[in-house]
């Protein structure tokens, strides 16, 4: 349309409208008079104010002419998609964990209990930084993030294989803000973004809000369902894949070699971006096949944060990718948040995982969640629940629960006796999933969160 006298005349009007020369609600020029201003005939006017009107930019009133829209409603990520059940909303879980009352027992929820944590650590760090230096203490932190942090984690990440050298690398305030930081910078409304069926919760809540396209892909104990996802990419073009590609929320599965190649291999073809959030690495009891390692950070974006193996409170993320995006990636967070995490929680971050105690700290996790991963998974199948597979590490059952029962059912009932649960179709872009429902073995110790379980499922079945 640029270059056309209509594209003329629709130019003229958005910018009248960008200005506020022309206000929400406020009548247009006569198609003739804006003619005679314009230049042009009164059809070309006719031509573009309908053209606006399409847009949703202008509306025509019978008998009256047209006027200005009233502004956009705000952004309500509720009333985005499809109207569904609240309990099956992929908010539910988020706010029913992060607002629980502390006697509530929260196997739905996505953390480790505070007593697992390394809590020594983090007051000896609290306490190294009593002496820190007044600019720590009061200034904003280099764009980067923390020199000595990234430094960590290059290292960190050598070991698993992917070799990012440091301009590669930069912190974020979160995972999530790590994800958003991407999604702002690859994304537009109207693009499409695949991810598993089921997947966390929250990619579909932050996608929404990115007003993009969710295209899912079945999920198997391999990672996606390879024939589904080569459909996926010839049918919808989709720009990004967000996935985790060991210890998958919710399902605990982790991507074989043989997944991994054949997914690169058609990422490339189809010049598809991968999004592997790797949060729940430090729970592997090895190393698994990692994309960004076997891409080399090239079409592979690999983030990570230390809410899981450290603490939800002091809260960082990080972005390893290709150079030049990471340069543009931190200039969008400078326009966001002028900045990255604060340089306290940084240097706070950086003793805690220098110290020696936090590799100790991370073998105890592991260890003690090796077996409660076994003892729980024995509990609920005398339950009739059962795990879709073994996980080789990490915090979650995803289970199957007794013929006929729906997951969003047991959990609204659940929730009357103080337990949190997270139904299936939470996690579920396809909502086929209510008849599973995600465990956190960490958050099961309470005998009382069995017997509510079980007196919820012999309740439900009557
Ligand atoms: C797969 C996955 N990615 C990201 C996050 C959020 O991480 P952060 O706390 O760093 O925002 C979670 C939290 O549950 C998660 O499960």
């Known amino acids: 349309m640029t ?23 406020e009548k247009l020029p006569s198609i003739r008079s804006f003619a005679k201003r314009m230049n042009v005939s009164p059809s070309t006017v006719v031509d573009a104010y309908d053209r606006l009107a399409a847009e949703g930019i202008i ?49 739905g929820c996505g953390w480790l209990p505070p007593d697992w944590m390394p809590n020594d650590g983090i007051r000896k760090a609290i306490r190294k930084l009593a002496r820190a230096s007044d600019a720590l203490l ?43 930081l991407i999604c702002r910078f690859l994304l537009r409304p109207g693009d499409s973004v695949i991810v598993d069926d089921p997947c966390y919760f929250n990619f579909q809540a932050l996608l929404k809000a990115h007003e993009v396209n969710v295209v899912s892909v079945p999920y198997t104990a391999s990672g996606p369902n390879m024939q589904r996802f080569a459909e996926a990419l010839t049918a919808h073009k989709p720009r990004l894949y967000i996935t985790n590609s060991a210890l998958h ?42 994309l960004a390692s076997l891409d ?28 030049d995006w990471i340069e543009a990636l931190i200039d969008l967070q400078v326009a966001t948040n002028f900045g990255g995490p604060s340089p306290l929680t940084s240097e706070m971050l950086f003793h805690i995982l220098s110290d020696g105690s936090y590799r100790k700290h991370m073998e105890d996790v592991r260890q003690k969640l090796s077996k409660k991963r076994l003892s729980v998974a024995k509990e609920l199948s005398a339950l009739g629940i059962v795990p879709w597979l073994m996980p080789r590490g990490g915090f979650y059952l995803w289970c199957t629960l007794p013929e006929g029962l729906d997951s969003a059912h047991i959990a609204r009932e659940a929730l009357k006796h103080n337990l949190v649960l997270a139904p299936g179709n939470v996690f579920s872009p396809s909502q086929t999933m209510a ?11 309470d005998p009382k969160t069995l017997t509510v379980l079980k007196n919820v499922i012999a309740s439900s079945r009557n």
């Open 59 to 107: 509306r025509s009133q019978r008998g009256s002419g047209f006027y200005v829209c009233s502004p956009l409603a705000p952004l309500d990520l509720a009333t985005i998609g499809p109207k569904l059940d609240r309990e099956i909303d992929p908010f539910w879980v988020s706010r029913q964990s992060l607002d629980a009352e502390t006697d509530m027992l929260k196997p």
């Open 138 to 180: 009061s200034e904003y932190g280099s764009t980067r993030g923390s020199k000595k942090l990234r430094h960590f984690l290059g290292r960190q990440l050598a070991d698993e294989g992917i070799n990012a050298r440091p301009e590669q690398i930069m912190l974020s305030i979160s995972g999530t803000q790590a994800i958003d």
């Open 296 to 323: 080399g950070l090239e079409r592979v974006i690999r983030i990570g944060s230390f809410s899981k193996p450290l603490s939800a409170s002091i809260r960082c993320g990080y972005i390893a990718a290709r150079a």
């Open 249 to 290: 929320n919710p399902t605990g599965a982790t991507m074989s070699p043989q997944t991994a190649h054949q997914l690169l291999t058609l990422a490339a073809k189809h010049d598809l971006t991968i999004v592997e959030d790797d949060i729940f690495s430090a729970f592997e009891p090895s190393s698994s096949p990692r």
């Open 435 to 445: 008849h599973y429902m995600r465990f956190n073995v960490s958050q099961m110790s």
């Open 3 to 25: 270059g056309t006298r209509t594209g003329d005349v629709m130019t003229a009007i958005r910018s009248r409208i960008a200005s506020r020369a022309l206000a929400p609600d």
